[in-house]
């Protein structure tokens, strides 16, 4: 847990972000089991502007999910979205850039209210 902290902690830039990412997780943790569902991750990213195919979908569950259970863990998602944009050229790479970049939004807003 610590190496999850610290990352995010690496991500924000300090405490008052990390409680925005936690709360970006939990919030598109529909059901709160600590995990992100194909459908809840498809649904709230439909939220914020980002209409994905099921292929999107599965793509991002490719790239991100380690321990290959077909869900998203807060480890999983902190790394994601800390990444570093995608240097490939290509439609995959734009996807994942534009999703990671949606994501970090959703923290500027959150921290322009904390």
Request: some cysteine; hydrophobic content about 40%; proline content about 2%.
């Amino acid at each position: 847990m610590r190496r999850v902290r610290a990352e995010l902690l690496r991500l924000t830039g300090g405490g008052a972000s990390l409680a925005c990412v936690w709360q970006v997780f939990s919030d598109m943790d529909d059901d709160g089991n600590g995990t992100l569902s194909r459908s809840e991750l498809k649904q709230n990213l439909s939220a914020i502007g980002l209409d994905l195919s099921n292929d999107d979908i599965e793509l991002l569950l490719n790239r991100f999910d380690d321990n290959s259970d077909n869900v998203i863990n807060l480890e999983e998602f902190s790394r994601f979205v800390a990444g570093k944009p995608n240097p490939r050229v290509g439609r995959k790479g734009r996807k994942l850039a534009e999703i990671r970049t949606a994501l970090r939004n959703l923290f500027r807003d959150c921290n322009s209210l904390v």
